[in-house]
């Protein structure tokens, strides 16, 4: 089984900061894309952030030059630096992953259950 669990959500004052982080665990060969999603209240799950195993990225336009997707391909982990947050970025923030459990096994999508991002106006 594979496991992601994020952390580093709360609630922050419109301009802030904020860090997320999401970790894989369990029976990992190897990780493709990594990716972040939000879906606030009454909202359509939206794609924030992509990034390859090697290190490509992409990013929705509204969090475009105030967002930052990185991974640490050796803790298995991927980051989301969130600055100058706005109100609208309020929402819960999964993480998701493409995992090959084994070596002879093809690429699952695996998802963590999220963390609430909130900011105040």
């Known amino acids: 089984q594979v496991q992601l669990v994020e952390s580093g959500g709360g609630l922050v004052q419109a301009g802030g900061s904020l860090r997320l982080s999401c970790v894989a665990s369990g029976s990992i060969f190897s990780i493709n894309a990594m990716a972040w999603y939000r879906q606030a209240p009454g909202k359509q799950r939206e794609l924030v952030a992509t990034?390859?195993?090697?290190?490509?990225?992409n990013y929705a336009d509204s969090v475009k030059g105030r967002f930052t997707i990185s991974r640490d391909n050796a803790k298995n982990t991927v980051y989301l630096q969130m600055n100058s947050l706005k109100p609208e970025d309020t929402a819960v923030y999964r993480c998701?992953?493409?995992?090959?459990?084994?070596?002879?096994?093809?690429?699952?999508?695996?998802w963590g259950p999220g963390t609430q991002v909130t900011v105040s106006s």
């Open positions: 998701n992953a493409d995992v090959a459990p084994y070596s002879w096994s093809k690429d699952l999508p695996y």
């Open positions: 990034i390859t195993s090697g290190g490509s990225t």
